[in-house]
């Protein structure tokens, strides 16, 4: 087991409540301004081409979730993404649904050809159709049982210069060369919407603590992230996904350094 520095990278975050500009689908903004609230970030959602680039160029991290894309926001997501990374500001790239339709995977491919991503976070089926494979999704879903997805997100490191979190029953996290796997988190994480895209946030929000070594603050977030989800989960032998959701957001801000490293699971 290897231990991340996630319960400093945790309480900086708390101390500083970066602001974390998320660009993300209509399904999950609550969910995810309150996710950050709950972990000590500021959330700020801003779409508006005329007020991006201004709002990209002040935050700490700029989220990019293409879950619900419309053309306009294609294009005010690179106006932002042009100007964070003129400003340094790391760029967390969520490709929700790529494959699911022509549209989408173009979008998502022109978004890594035009800006320099720092991190890609997605399930299996989304990070293989980066590689250009065509791996089915049901909606913005994956369908894939992937067999090789240490391969194929090294394979999308390596493609786009980036750091991949390939997240789902075991996460890999991957600039290409390192790597690290994590077992942390819970089903009944996908029993909720939004899950996935209040991670791409949460990694956002760690990414914004620690640019000088961000590999380890994305596995740390993911790793948080897991073990949060795990507490949540044992409050009730009965849990369902309601009570979870809610006992989710309670976790992301009450979690114990104690709980952390009983719980957490990394192997490097």
């Not at 500009?21 to 609230?37: K, P, Q, W």
């Not at 709950?38 to 991006?52: I, K, N």
């Not at 293409?66 to 306009?72: A, P, S």
């Not at 994480?189 to 914004?208: D, E, H, P, Q, Y």
Request: with cysteine; net charge negative.
């Amino acid at each position: 087991m290897f231990m991340l520095p996630i319960q400093s990278l945790r309480s900086k975050i708390q101390e500083t409540s970066p602001l974390i500009h998320n660009m993300t689908n209509v399904v999950v903004t609550n969910f995810t301004a309150n996710g950050l609230y709950a972990l000590g970030a500021s959330p700020v959602m801003a779409y508006a081409e005329e007020e991006v680039e201004e709002m990209a160029s002040i935050a700490q991290a700029l989220i990019l979730n293409i879950g619900t894309l419309t053309k306009q926001e294609i294009d005010a997501m690179l106006i932002a993404g042009k100007s964070a990374n003129k400003k340094g500001v790391p760029i967390i790239f969520d490709p929700v649904g790529v494959g699911a339709t022509s549209f989408r995977t173009e979008s998502a491919r022109r978004l890594l050809e035009e800006l320099d991503i720092s991190v890609i976070r997605g399930n299996a089926g989304e990070i293989a159709n980066l590689t250009g494979q065509a791996v089915e999704m049901r909606g913005v879903d994956s369908t894939a049982k992937m067999d090789d997805s240490l391969e194929t997100a090294q394979e999308v490191a390596k493609t786009w210069n980036t750091i991949v979190a390939l997240t789902g029953a075991k996460d890999i996290i991957t600039d290409g060369t390192k790597v690290y796997s994590i077992n942390n988190g819970h089903p009944l994480l996908t029993k909720i919407t939004g899950a996935g895209c209040l991670l791409s946030s949460v990694v956002g929000a760690f990414a914004a603590v620690d640019e000088d070594n961000l590999l380890e603050a994305v596995a740390s977030a993911v790793a948080f992230y897991g073990i949060s989800a795990q507490v949540a989960a044992s409050k009730d032998i009965n849990m369902g996904p309601g009570h979870f959701q809610m006992h989710f957001l309670d976790s992301l801000h009450q979690v114990t350094p104690s709980q952390i490293n009983e719980i957490v699971d990394v192997k490097l």
